[in-house]
């Protein structure tokens, strides 16, 4: 089984902490880059012997800037060269300002059963700070007519630890996101990322920086709140009502197999990883050929166990041991022994069946990774 990712690098605007590979201002070749998008999956589709698929992640960019037609004919085009499995979780992220009824249930009768819908606030001011084009009220209507629509698994994507909030503001835009009762939430402490407006904005002091402890102290906040209210806390950054954790981001941190179509994206085929071109204009001449590739490398058995436990330990299930030995016919021991017990030492990870981040590793789960890469 495979999981599909399709890469839409178009937005309205560019928030000002973003540094995914998204671009405002290309309405022109949304055309073109579908047309590019068909000819990559059928010529894919052909190394991979029309495998099934068990998950398709439509991301982006903002993929709701397309008409739902132009979505419906990237997943006719995935469901006529692969096995799309009967019972698939396909999703799409969705900004508030982008969607309407009519535009859902088009998506929905397209054959999208799982939307995320990307709030990032509750909070007007700080929804214009971080450069989204959408009101606090747009995104409930948002969220409201999904359900109208007809959507039983909505994820709803917020921010907390942006510069002027408080963590009173933050437990209110959670009240406020766990009151529309969505089946997932996924919360990330923001990051300043290089090369951001919002960083040049702090380093020019326009805007403050934003405040690790108070981060801290949030992320506790959600854990704790999200718990109360039925969630399960099944992902560093992801919360999911019973049944509903994203299947499509599970097969990344269980190690499985992916193709990534589009711009940018990244494919994993056992050890062979690879990229696109992020350039969408580029990316769409070599769309049919190998090259749209920027890199390709085949990692070594070090490498892949090193990515086991670092995607492995995302997970709050952590690494379960017998599973790694089985998979790589060594002990996790012989290979990460002294980096473990260093981190079992000083209370961040713990060790039994399964080797897990403890609530002190998660809030510093960066320390860590660095010691598994
Ligand atoms: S909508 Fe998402 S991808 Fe687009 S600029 Fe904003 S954060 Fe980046």
């Known amino acids: 089984m495979l999981a599909i990712y399709v890469h839409i690098p178009f937005c309205k605007q560019k928030c000002s902490y973003c540094d995914f590979n998204s671009y405002p201002g290309l309405d022109a070749v949304h055309g073109a880059y579908i047309d590019a998008l068909v000819s990559e999956i059928s010529a894919e589709a052909a190394r991979f012997n029309r495998a099934s698929i068990s998950t398709i992640y439509i991301g982006g960019g903002t993929p709701t800037l397309l008409a739902p037609e132009q979505i419906g004919r990237v997943?006719?085009?995935?469901?006529?060269?692969?096995?799309?499995?009967?019972?698939?979780?396909?999703?799409?992220?969705?900004?508030?300002?982008?969607?309407?009824?009519?535009?859902?249930?088009?998506?929905?009768?397209?054959?999208?059963?799982?939307?995320?819908?990307?709030?990032?606030?509750?909070d007007d001011d700080l929804l214009e700070l971080l450069g989204r084009k959408h009101t606090a009220v747009q995104a409930v209507e948002a969220f409201r007519a999904a359900r109208g629509a007809g959507f039983e698994n909505i994820g709803i994507d917020l921010i907390f630890?942006?510069?002027?909030?408080?963590?009173?503001?933050?437990?209110?835009?959670?009240?406020?996101?766990?009151?529309?009762?969505?089946?997932?939430?996924?919360?990330?402490?923001?990051?300043?990322?290089?090369?951001?407006?919002?960083?040049?904005?702090i380093d020019a002091s326009v805007v403050a920086s934003p405040d690790e402890d108070l981060q801290a102290d949030m992320?506790?906040?959600?854990?704790?709140?999200?718990?109360?209210?039925?969630?399960?806390?099944?992902?560093?950054?992801?919360?999911?009502?019973?049944?509903?954790?994203?299947?499509?981001?599970?097969?990344?941190?269980?190690?499985?197999?992916?193709?990534?179509?589009?711009?940018?994206?990244?494919?994993?085929?056992?050890?062979?990883?690879?990229?696109?071109?992020?350039?969408?204009?580029?990316?769409?001449?070599?769309a049919g050929s190998d090259t749209r590739i920027a890199e390709s490398v085949q990692l070594s058995v070090v490498d892949e166990m090193s990515e086991a436990l670092f995607l492995?330990?995302?997970?709050?299930?952590?690494?379960?041991?017998?599973?790694?030995?089985?998979?790589?016919g060594q002990t996790i021991d012989n290979v990460f022994g002294e980096a473990i017990e260093d981190l079992v030492g000083i209370g961040l990870l713990v060790k039994n069946a399964n080797l897990r981040l403890t609530p002190r590793g998660i809030l510093l789960g960066n320390e860590v990774f660095s010691r598994f890469v």
């Open 75 to 122: 997943l006719g085009a995935i469901k006529d060269n692969f096995t799309v499995v009967s019972d698939a979780e396909i999703s799409i992220e969705a900004n508030p300002e982008t969607v309407t009824r009519e535009n859902l249930v088009a998506l929905r009768d397209a054959g999208i059963n799982r939307l995320s819908l990307g709030f990032q606030s509750l």
């Open 161 to 201: 630890g942006i510069p002027g909030q408080s963590l009173a503001n933050w437990a209110l835009t959670l009240e406020q996101a766990i009151a529309l009762d969505p089946e997932h939430l996924s919360c990330y402490g923001l990051t300043i990322e290089p090369g951001t407006a919002l960083e040049r904005a």
């Open 219 to 286: 992320l506790l906040y959600t854990m704790d709140s999200l718990y109360e209210s039925g969630y399960e806390h099944y992902e560093i950054s992801n919360y999911a009502k019973p049944g509903f954790a994203c299947k499509h981001n599970l097969t990344y941190w269980n190690g499985g197999d992916y193709l990534g179509f589009g711009a940018g994206a990244h494919s994993k085929a056992g050890r062979a990883r690879y990229s696109n071109i992020a350039e969408p204009a580029k990316y769409i001449e070599g």
């Open 312 to 328: 492995g330990l995302r997970k709050m299930d952590g690494v379960n041991l017998d599973e790694f030995d089985a998979r790589f």
